[in-house]
């Protein structure tokens, strides 16, 4: 507790969002322990004993932990109460590389956002009311969600100078003088899992970007007899060899379940691609394609065994690009300008 005081706005800011420990062995503590969502005032403390020349700086520290934020009415992904997250926490010899470090994490952000996540956010500086608490400014990367609300999916702050005077992170200059640090943090979390359904998932399940996705292609296999299940597995361990190491592949052998059964699965897990096999595509030297960002038959396609680890690239790439520009689009028509109005 004797951390969060030091810094009055950043107090303000956060109280309703902390759990505070008053007592722990069965005895009142002298300094309540604080459990809080974010990191400033333990690092600001350890900067300020880490850190006694020019020399020493810049500092960039990153760092995944599971924090707390005392939410009455929690939103699965969105705003929990436990969460992880990724939390960035620079300290900077001067006010211009600290802010070119906020725009850097911002770029970072975005770029992974709309490059890996094919989400289209948008990135800009927030409103002084909403910026966090202790910070000179904050920035963020905005995203529309499937019920075109925007979801605030990661943010980068110049912290100025507030927190390196209140925990007093100071530096011996060249010239011998002490001076203040200059300070960021940023951060995104599990919010932007949240995200990546709510932008892309639909009434069948999730759709996982294909740069995202843990399995990117999963092949099921289709056969009635037991000789055929010999003649479809060999057909298949030449498929995995054409595909190599490349794709995130697996292949679903289960017995108890039917091949259709099977499709829903994958398709509610998200999987991008679905590849069928049965002896009849085999007698063809074809399989069958199902893409995940087209549902029904309109996602399916019949494609020859020669050069499939191309196809199957190609197809990969094309679902990326295909939900990124579909989200954009989304977005798009979905977005209005606010009508700036005159009184003469």
Known sequence: MSFIEKEAQHVEGFAPELAVV?????KKLEDPLVVRP?????????????????RDLPVLINQWANVVRWELRTRLFLRT????????????????????????????????AVNDAAIPVIPGRKSDSEKFPGADASYSIEAMMGDRRALQSGTSHNLGQNFAKAFDIQYQDANGTQQYCWTTSWGVSTRMVGAIIMAHGDDQGLVLPPRLAPTQVVIVPIYRKDAERST?????????????QDVRLKVDQRDEYSPGWKFNEWELKGVPLRIEI?????????????????PGRDGKSFVPL?????????????????????????RDANTSEPVRLRFV
């Open 22 to 26: 008053t007592h722990g062995g069965g």
């Open 38 to 54: 974010t990191s400033e005032t333990v690092i600001g403390y350890m900067y300020s004993q880490w850190i006694q020349s020019y």
């Open 81 to 112: 109460m436990e969460f992880l997250w990724q939390e960035g926490h620079t300290a900077h010899a001067t006010a211009e590389e600290a802010q070119e470090e906020t725009l850097q994490m911002l770029d970072v952000y975005t770029d992974f």
């Open 232 to 244: 479809v597995m060999e057909a298949i361990e030449k498929i995995e060899a054409m595909l190599g």
């Open 278 to 294: 049965g002896p009849r595509d085999i007698a063809k030297d074809q399989v069958v394609l199902a893409r995940r960002d087209v």
């Open 306 to 330: 020669a050069g499939l680890a191309d196809i199957v690239s190609d197809t990969l790439r094309d679902i990326q690009n295909n939900l990124l520009a579909r989200a954009t689009e989304f």
